[in-house]
């Protein structure tokens, strides 16, 4: 059964898109299957598959299978990449939730669960790209996930809200999804020429009582410009410092499974 991770954070910016979708390329180069679910209405795991995320077939996003306009099958985009299939989103995401709530479905935070649990057994992972916010979207990513990674930037106020998240997925655990567990925090824009990034992971590791994963993905420049040419780093400079911070991270989540 595949393992399904939820990518989250509520600071925007600290890197979680860049994270999930270089992951699952990682992963698929170690010969894992893998599905993207891109659960944030910005769209930005879409596109950085390649996915034009304004010019998507009628009905074939998580909005509409969140609505119930179509199966999961009309929705996933198959093969991407090799290994790599997708679940897209784009804008008319942001309405689901005054969409649900005036439809009268009381379920609403389950939705995603119940249609995932039909595909567990495709994949061997199953990454859910979360928005930039502790809201219903995140609340069915984590009730439909086994786990949380947390991605933070290697910045002063990396702790700055990491403690009201924790709170969020406990709240989660102890109500809807016994299951979840913390999967992690991984650390990104390492900066190694600064005393701070340093200092950040030194003082996140000690302030904090949840795994923290051995990879640090550095602040790279080719890492950058990936997502504008829609395609992950593995494809758009196989072999820089940011590839194979990916590999190394994909090997270590691989190892813990």
Request: charged content about 20%; glycine content about 6%; aromatic content about 6%.
């Amino acid at each position: 059964m595949g393992k399904v991770i939820a990518l989250a954070n509520q600071k925007g910016g600290v890197g979680k898109t860049t994270t999930t979708v270089n992951l699952a390329a990682a992963l698929a180069e170690q010969g894992k299957k893998v599905l993207v679910i891109d659960t944030d209405p910005q769209g930005n795991s879409t596109s950085g598959f390649g996915i034009d995320k304004n010019n998507l077939p009628d009905n074939s996003t998580i909005y509409e299978l969140m609505l119930g306009h179509c199966s999961l099958e009309d929705c996933i985009i198959k093969e991407v990449l090799p290994g790599i299939s997708v679940l897209p989103s784009n804008v008319n995401l942001a309405a689901v939730e005054i969409e649900l709530i005036n439809a009268g479905k009381r379920d609403y935070h389950t939705i995603l669960k119940d249609e995932i649990d039909f595909i567990r057994y495709d994949y061997d992972y199953i990454l859910i790209d979360c928005p930039p916010s502790l809201n219903m979207l995140t609340i069915n990513a984590m009730t439909t996930a086994d786990s949380v990674m947390v991605p933070i930037q290697c910045e002063f106020y990396a702790l700055e809200g990491l403690s009201q998240l924790i709170h969020t997925i406990n709240l989660i655990k102890e109500r809807m999804n016994p299951a979840l567990s913390m999967e992690g925090v991984v650390f990104t824009m390492f900066d190694a020429r600064t005393n701070l990034s340093t200092q950040v992971v030194e003082n996140v590791k000690a302030n904090l009582d949840e795994k923290v994963f051995d990879t640090v993905i550095p602040r790279n420049i080719r890492l950058a410009e990936a997502p504008s040419f829609g395609q992950p780093i593995t494809v758009y400079d196989s072999k820089s410092a940011g590839a194979e911070s990916y590999r190394k991270l994909a090997q270590e989540l691989i190892a813990a499974k």
